[in-house]
């Protein structure tokens, strides 16, 4: 639904929302705060339809048309070109360029300028707030077959309303990056319609930091825990050396 163009606090998000108007960390988070008040940070979300406004309804600089237009038109010509050709190669690496640029260089409205402003505000008590995660959070993530975690960029604890400005550009051209478009259209028939919401998360004291998930990954036991973690800030994701820990619920010792 990109007819929403208000940003959402996480109060207001729900599971259901999860691929509708943002992604799925910003829902499914929304969602566990209603269920255990307290445990979630606060935090607001920047939906699917702000991207688009923001970013593929403004003026292409071929004054053909918007930024969403021209991709369009770009993706029909590489649709002509053999696959395999090193033609098609280069043509798609210069047109990913160019829309890496245009997006990481979006220059806000100031009506988006605003209500951001308010929503970090109303979240956080200042439109300054002292430390927030940025994290990209799109749409394309739940589909069948997509193992793209921690693909796309996350900003960690990110101070002051300015770094958070610069920040969405970066988040917003994350799936536009080699990698990540890479992974993208391989999971696409309309790549034109890959959208990006940002989750805004108030940051915490961290220990440890990582990834969870409750089973045994190479067999599927739920009675063991595996968990990638880290000490202090850093995460299970590209780019990242985490240790891999079995963890078994009985009290046995862990691997």
């Not at 979006?106 to 927030?132: C, H, I, M, R, W």
């Not at 394309?140 to 960690?156: C, I, K, R, S, Y």
């Amino acid at each position: 639904d990109l007819t929403v163009h208000d940003i959402v606090s996480l109060d207001d998000l729900r599971a259901v929302d999860s691929g509708r108007i943002v992604g799925p960390k910003a829902a499914k988070l929304g969602e566990l705060r209603a269920h255990y008040p307290g445990h979630v940070s606060r935090g607001v979300a920047i939906p699917f339809g702000v991207f688009r406004k923001e970013a593929f309804d403004r003026p292409h600089s071929s004054g053909d048309g918007t930024v969403f237009d021209w991709m369009v038109r770009s993706y029909a010509v590489l649709a002509q070109i053999p696959a395999d050709s090193p033609t098609h190669a280069q043509k798609t690496e210069a047109f990913r360029a160019e829309l890496y640029e245009i997006v990481i260089s979006t220059q806000y409205s100031e009506g988006f300028k605003d209500s951001l402003s308010a929503a970090l505000k109303e979240a956080f008590g200042s439109d300054n707030p002292p430390g927030v995660v940025v994290r990209s959070d799109t749409n394309v993530e739940d589909l069948a077959g997509f193992t793209g975690a921690g693909l796309n960029l996350t900003l960690p604890n990110v101070v002051g309303y300015d770094n958070l400005l610069e920040g969405i550009g970066r988040v917003w051209a994350s799936p536009f990056t080699a990698r990540a478009f890479a992974w993208l259209q391989s999971h696409m028939t309309q790549p034109e319609h890959v959208y990006t919401s940002i989750l805004f998360l108030a940051s915490v004291a961290s220990d440890k930091y990582g990834v969870l998930v409750t089973q045994d990954i190479d067999n599927g036991n739920r009675g063991v825990v595996s968990v990638a973690i880290n000490e202090c800030l850093g995460g299970a994701v590209d780019g990242q050396a985490a240790e891999s820990l079995r963890i078994p619920l009985d009290g046995s010792p862990v691997q």
